[in-house]
């Protein structure tokens, strides 16, 4: 074996090397929610609480979540939550989110300043997170009944 | 008489150690009387230096065939028997002369004025003896193109037959390159089992950003 066949072994494995980090590593997928809150409303909450629910045949629905009844069968089944705190921040983040296979649906629950809930918002859809995309999506809260 | 004897045996001497020339009668005496072979080989370099090649080249020759005679006696004695010899036109006996000296030493050098004509006798058999003694190279013609190998086992060495395998090559002094290339691939073998199997499980890569509109 030659210098040349040599060099040739060590060009193949370089450019898998190659390959795998252009094309092997996605970019991470981005969901944008936007959680909009009537002025009114706004006011009285101190905290909202963005669940995601990782759904089985569509369960829980939204008419599940929305009522207070049956809220708290789901209560601590979701996959991932984070409050939102109205007086010190008005954004979140929630990471680490397989982008595939699961579906997702998102739900929020607003509390008042003695952590009762009194508004919530649920979003009909569906959501899978392709490896790489942006999605947007909107959540809009309206007081409990 | 025994002054007559004392005198004969110095005028001898004299012949023998002061270069003082002697007569055929003489030498024979001489070498009759001659004390060893080293003797002798002074004396036949004596007779060549002064042009009598015919008894200096006796005289090599008798000391010639002494085995008491040390290495570089023997040497010089090749060497001036080889000179008488060409002196009286015997350059094929010359030739052996030399040839015999060659053998004993090949890196053998001859005196710094030596006559050229001796010079070239002994060029010729330097060549002729090196010319022996050094591998023989012949030219092959060269093969237009190699063929491959139409038995696909000979391709395939994973489908030889048990106990049939690939002549071995030479690959001790490569040993580097192969440690480089086993590394490199047991490195990308790593690093792409690691980042597949992380990219594939349910930890996934993406970012939920939630913000709070306030709408009248």
């Known amino acids: 074996m030659n210098l040349a066949r040599a060099l040739k072994l060590l060009v193949v494995p370089a450019l898998v090397l190659f390959g795998a980090g252009c094309g092997g590593q996605p970019e991470t997928a981005t969901v944008s929610a936007g959680l909009l809150i009537p002025r009114g409303l706004a006011e009285q909450l101190s905290t909202v609480t963005v669940y995601l629910f990782e759904t089985h045949t569509n369960r829980p629905r939204c008419d599940e979540l929305e009522n207070t009844a049956t809220f708290p069968t789901y209560d601590g089944q979701e996959y991932k939550k984070v409050p939102i705190i109205f007086s010190n921040v008005q954004t979140a983040v929630i990471d680490d989110i397989p982008d595939k296979g699961p579906v997702w649906r998102f739900y929020a629950r607003g ?35 | 008489m025994l002054l007559a004897k004392v005198i004969c045996v110095a005028c001898m001497a004299q012949s023998v150690w002061f270069g003082v020339p002697v007569s055929a009668g003489s030498a024979d005496r001489v070498i009759a009387r001659a004390p060893s072979a080293t003797g002798l080989v002074d004396l036949g370099v004596r007779g060549y230096l002064e042009g009598r090649y015919a008894q200096a080249r006796d005289l090599l020759v008798k000391a010639l065939s002494s085995k008491a005679l040390d290495e570089n006696r023997r040497m010089g004695a090749l060497y001036y028997l080889a000179c008488c010899h060409i002196a009286l036109d015997d350059v094929p006996a010359a030739r052996r002369v ?32 090196a010319a022996r003694t050094s591998p023989r190279i012949e030219k092959h013609p060269q093969p237009e193109k ?3 190998p139409l038995n696909p086992a000979l391709e395939n060495p994973a489908s030889l037959p048990p106990g049939k395998k690939e002549p071995e090559k030479d690959h001790g002094s490569r040993w580097w390159i192969w440690a480089l290339v086993g590394g490199v691939v047991a490195g990308v073998a790593v690093g792409l089992g690691v980042g597949l199997s992380g990219s594939g499980s349910d930890r996934g890569r993406a970012i939920i950003n939630i913000k709070v509109k306030v709408i009248e």
């Not at chain 1, 508004?119 to 490896?131: K, N, S």
């Open chain 2, 98 to 129: 030399f040839a015999g000296l060659l053998k004993r030493r090949a890196d053998y050098l001859l005196p710094a004025g030596t006559a050229p004509k001796i010079v070239r006798v002994f060029e010729k058999v330097k060549a002729r003896l």
């Open chain 1, 111 to 145: 509390f008042d300043d003695t952590g009762t809930p009194i508004a919530d918002g649920c979003d009909d859809g569906l959501y899978t997170i392709e490896p790489g995309s942006e999605m947007q999506l909107t959540l809009e809260i309206t007081a409990l009944q």
């Open chain 2, 146 to 148: 190699i063929e491959p």
